[in-house]
């Protein structure tokens, strides 16, 4: 019997990112969506790109309670997931969150990056940062996981191999990261009307960009030891992708061939990361769960460079999250996610 | 037993459509992938986002003869497809040619039109016009189909039922179509410089497009009449995807509700014709199978306004061929192609 | 001494388009700019490419009756021009509207295709139709100038030499035009979302679009005698540019060469229209007061087609009124208009 | 009475911008263009938006002799130019070469970077780097001037005063570099190839770029002290424009304050260079000759980051070039290139 499904909040890009692989998934069923502003309208009257395909009726919120279901994505925003996941505590579903509210280490860090009050303080204390290459084994067992954040996916599986050996200076690290505009969600508003990102690029969130303490706390922790991080992230004028350029220089003597080695054998067995020979373009992954890399060693100026691009709404969102339910559920974690990647 | 497939001219971008459906296509494997330049590499050495998804080695042409085969797709260029359908005419596979070399009614309308000579006629009185909607029966009978052009697919559909039922003056029809760049093919050119074509939209065949031959013929037939239209191309600054506006007088009077109701009822038991219900939108479609329709009668003007919206390399091209194969095969005409538009 | 020009209402980009030209208009300076909204700040805040170039502080509109003014432009909303118009009537300055407010023929036909009231009827008495290439001599003595929409120029233009001649069938003529976002405005909206239009194209505004209107009634009173146009508005993923495709069936005999030459003769003194030898893009204009033609005719189908492209914030708006104020001025029409399109 | 100018190459983005400015420029006149591939052409006949502009006739090279010019743009490819410097290099005419011929500090390290024989070495011993900002002295009295490539502008402005001031530490510079892709000229390729750059972004030349090492002599050159620069282009789906994100570590104390108060005072009687209070964006200055910086020092990380923006065609090319122009004339370094950005 197929597992249900509940997606809450169905109006955003993720909301529409998760139902475009749920509909396909062979082991659930979307049993329930809802929508506070929209309820009674058809899921395809607010994504008009899926009719005759997903017809069902938005529901408010409050359904949820008889509905049901095995498992609930919460595509809600930062601040408004925390009382969800407060209400649901102890309801008898999993939980995947793909907001900020529970990525980070401590309630006080969130308060200070986040600049607002956190209402589920023992949230922290049973989420599960929802990274399939680092947390798989933790993931099986969660009841609530926080989906990482897109440029934090990017930039920790670019480093995440240098970091866990130990092999980079820990305060000279620069992840210059370039994202497109769905990351800044769908709500129209002046950083993406159009002809201020149409043939245009610039640089914003410097120096205090969330993702910037998600990435250096998990990469911590990964690596047992402090870290001095400095991420930039830039807005491409497309729609999805993120290339993340990352800097370190290495703490001790690297050859080219260890580091591609490195790499090969860190990821031997992830099926979504893909090692790349030359550098990879963000459409290389559109629309599919696949990040690839490629890392370098530049013996002049003693610089390693990894370059890593994927999907901000797939690997970066929506599908990361589905990858997680299929762990939580016992699936394998491939099971509905072989989407070749769109391109051109 | 999934039948066997091959696809002859992997490099363009039908050839990597192609393979992007039928990787994940149930009933069918991939048999054999062929290039003639270049033969040894990897399908994933041209088409790196295939990389760890397919590792075929393309093969020259000549392996088609010891392949044992089911049916040959031909992603070749207007004039080489015709040379490999008349050597494999007595094969014991099936073609779909998606080419422009047998769409035609005659070989001289061919020669007019393409301006090059045609080397194989007969294959005019074999082949089939690939337009499921519109020649089903003989599609499922045929040996060679030619699979129609994307432009044809979008204006064909678009005015069928008007054609069909005769409710339009045969002389006064306008299809101002636009398109995105991947129609041009993979190869770079001027025409299709990223800085002749960003920012930038212009018309082109005028007059002349071979397209609208293809149209007039396939309308022609269907409303077994004499018709004048008038096709203007235009290149949108997009990747993929066609939009047709279609403009006709109606000959008699016709109200609004009797014009939806006309598409309704004609297009009621297609499932890849959905009818909506304001100007549809490119993206709507991207990636997908769907042809979207809007129909409307202006009072003010006395002028029927057709709106049709499709994927040009989907629709218009690769995944129109695997529902003719669909067909050809006696599977279900969707197998295969149920995928949710890409929308951001 | 030159002549003082006033700016009211500064935020847009019209606002900033007029900006762009009068800072380097040799005989002509900006004594005052407007902004209710953002009175006090300096222009260069609100458009930040300004910064060093035009620091001037934003006024309220009331600083206009003392500020001893020439001439005003009018970059205000549909609406709100008329108000201001009303307040100036009898003021000691000439006014350049480039709203809809004083377009039309008559305050009953905006009231029904603006659907708004019209609260100064007795503008339209002295207001003239800006389009210099048709009414410059009214324009000359004109105290008020209804500065044409921008799919109006676009249109008006490429069909007005059929008109005058009076060389097509009334009854059959199709606009179908294409225009960039910033037609549109500067706010922000979910219909110029940048994942709304990015790779993405789509109709909008059929049967209904106001522009409609005044292209007809412009046409009527160029030709004398009543006209059938429909016109079907499209919008490009580009920033700045229209392009029209016009069809026309001819009332009686026309040659290719008798259609060019009628064109070239017909603009042969208008320094803003050029005819080109093959279909013009719309980059070929951008950022110049420029209007490029192309005329043909099709034998095959015997219908006319011209296309023509113009910047929709310069010809279709800024520099137009500029041109306007030019002739008003009694100086040469291409005054401080000279600059060359921006391509790429 | 005008100073008589010659542009030897027409065909490319260069030598339009060149034309561009030119053709408005009060103090010169075009007196030659000359293009080996198209002699006979009109210059709009290459580019058709100059028409009614620049009707001039395209010569053949060898017309220079003969055409008693003051002044020749190169605007060859790298390997050209070099030929045309020994050939006229006892000519009566000044030269301002805008390949990368004579950009680097000596013949071998140009041999190493550009792996092509260097055929004109003494060349390198007149020839002056044409960065107004750094060598406005040297450029006024120069015979051959090597105008800067479009990413060294960008960083090296962006890093100068720290350098010139010994600020930061001299191995752990990163500069991340965006650019579009008219800097990979005119001619079609596939990495230019328009599905192959929209809604698409890559990092390219990792470690190998040219570039590189002109940033790093000039630099060096500048601080007169040995540095280590990672510099990393990207190609951009846009136009035109360059973004530079740089990052350096301070070698003692620097506050805030002191790091903004050292540009503003660095750049203070700069024409072209703004400070901005923002991270700047290239649309903000599309089309002019500006370049905008943002520089600020993040406490968290000690890092200093500088944010720099232009338009590689113009302060990147063909504008810079008619700045060393004016300089080596004697005019005001601003004549003729105080035009408004295009935004949006």
Same mark, same amino acid.
């Given at each position: 019997m197929p597992k249900k499904i509940a997606i809450i909040g169905a109006t955003g890009y993720t909301g529409s990112e998760l139902a475009r692989i749920l509909v396909c998934?062979?082991?659930?069923?979307?049993a329930l969506i809802t929508s506070q502003?929209?309820?009674? *309208?058809? =899921?395809s009257d607010i994504h008009p790109f899926f009719r005759d395909i997903l017809e069902t009726e938005l529901q408010t919120a409050d359904k949820l309670a008889e509905a049901k279901i095995d498992l609930a994505f919460l595509a809600l925003p930062h601040g408004v997931s925390m009382t969800f996941a407060e209400k649901f505590k102890n309801a008898n579903f999993k939980i995947i969150d793909l907001s900020g509210d529970f990525r980070l280490n401590t309630p006080e860090s969130y308060e200070e990056w986040y600049q607002k009050e956190h209402t589920f303080k023992e949230g922290f204390e049973k989420a599960i940062y929802g990274l399939p290459e680092l947390f798989g084994d933790e993931i099986a067992e969660a009841e609530l996981v926080a989906n990482p954040g897109c440029y934090p996916t990017s930039a920790i599986l670019a480093l995440l191999p240098l970091i866990r050996e130990n092999l980079i200076e820990p305060s000279c690290v620069i992840i210059d990261s370039k994202s497109g505009t769905t990351g800044a969600g769908v709500k129209a508003k002046a950083a993406t009307h159009f002809s201020n990102v149409n043939d245009n690029f610039k640089a914003y969130g410097l120096k205090k960009h969330r993702h910037s303490i998600e990435i250096q706390q998990v990469l911590e922790k990964a690596g047992n030891r402090d870290l001095t991080l400095q991420f930039t992230p830039h807005l491409l004028p497309i729609d999805r992708g993120i290339l993340t350029t990352a800097y370190a220089k290495p703490s001790g003597f690297i050859s080219e061939e260890q580091l591609k080695s490195l790499y090969r054998s860190f990821y031997?067995? *992830?099926? =979504?990361v893909r090692l790349v020979n030359s550098p990879p373009a963000v459409k290389d992954v559109r629309g599919s769960n696949y990040c690839d890399f490629f890392a370098t060693y530049d013996e002049r100026t003693n610089n390693i460079i990894v370059i890593s691009v994927l999907d901000n709404l797939v690997k970066g969102a929506a599908r990361q999250a589905v990858q997680n339910m299929n762990i939580m559920f016992g699936f394998d974690e491939r099971t509905g996610l072989h989407m070749v990647p769109v391109n051109p």
């Open positions: 998934h062979p082991e659930v069923e979307i502003s929209h309820s009674g *309208k058809r =899921f031997a067995d *992830k099926p =979504f």
